[in-house]
């Protein structure tokens, strides 16, 4: 990308975000790069602001010289009509979550997608995407299955609680990915669904701190394949811990969140971070917050 410049001023745009993670985690590696690297959060709550402010705040931010803006919940798609450019794996998505100010114009991205890749590569050892059943199709949801048609996978299976809205996904993605089958079924029909799935993907709340349980019957994931989740507080888990316990692979919540990370960070810098080291700043982060 571009040349490394001698310092970075990065903001995050969101709702609820003042305590993130991602302000420490690029910093810390910034510094670690010999760079100054300034990243603040524009929390929108804290600032008593409605979603429809995010594109005043990218404005004043190009103003005043931001280099980057990351973009989170609720404003990855309201962000997209006010940008001067967008890359087509966004646009295809429906969201950003990565806007780079370079000359005065903006550019959105999507890292969320790449991330969840970057993760799976990252923990699963040459994962069979022959199958795939993925349980919720709501924000991540949507970037983890355009990640896995993106990786390759051959059949996607959708199932969601809002039948209605799996359905919509997959006739979507089914459009963008012609030569693979996308398919979503009725939530009640989730273990023979998972009969053969040579991978399931977990997207839905049920496993966070403030929703424990298991969004599936663990006996249910067949025997070879692998199983990741986006939840990452906990990082294991009941699912994660479950399917480890069955000798299965497992990629946990943590790999997405350090992968979008990972991928944002070379986007604004041009520098290839150490995945290893933002991995375990982040784990010792988020001990932080569970503790």
Not at 22 to 51: I, N, Q
Not at 57 to 79: D, M, R, W
Not at 171 to 189: D, M, S, Y
Request: contains cysteine; hydrophobic residues 40%.
């Amino acid at each position: 990308m571009s040349t490394v410049s001698e310092s970075y001023l990065v903001g995050l745009i969101g709702d609820g975000i003042t305590a993130s993670l991602s302000p420490p985690m690029h910093e810390k590696e910034g510094r670690e790069h010999g760079l100054l690297y300034l990243y603040r959060p524009v929390d929108l709550t804290a600032l008593e602001l409605g979603p429809e402010h995010a594109s005043r705040l990218l404005k004043t931010g190009v103003e005043l010289g931001f280099n980057a803006f990351n973009i989170t919940h609720p404003v990855k798609q309201l962000i997209m009509e006010h940008l001067d450019e967008i890359d087509d794996d966004a646009r295809a998505l429906g969201a950003v979550n990565t806007v780079l100010i370079r000359d005065g114009k903006t550019i959105g991205y999507n890292t969320d997608f790449s991330g969840y890749t970057t993760g799976l590569e990252h923990n699963l050892d040459n994962p069979d995407y022959g199958n795939v059943v993925q349980l919720g199709t709501g924000g991540a949801g949507a970037a983890v299955a355009y990640a896995l048609l993106r990786a390759g996978a051959e059949k996607l299976t959708l199932i969601d609680l809002d039948a209605d809205r799996a359905r919509e996904r997959a006739e979507a993605l089914q459009q963008l990915f012609p030569q693979q089958q996308v398919v979503a079924v009725e939530h009640g029909n989730l273990e023979t669904a998972l009969k053969d799935a040579t991978g399931f993907a977990q997207c839905t709340p049920v496993g966070m701190n403030i929703h424990p349980g298991l969004p599936v019957d663990p006996t249910w994931l067949p025997e070879n394949s692998w199983v990741s989740d986006v939840i990452y507080l906990p990082r294991n888990t009941e699912l994660i811990e479950a399917a480890r316990a069955r000798g299965l692979q497992v990629a946990d919540g943590g790999g997405m969140a350090v992968g979008q990370a990972v991928d944002a960070f070379k986007l604004i810098t041009g520098i290839v971070p150490d995945q290893a080291r933002m991995n375990e700043h982040f784990q010792q982060l988020s001990a932080g917050q569970q503790g």
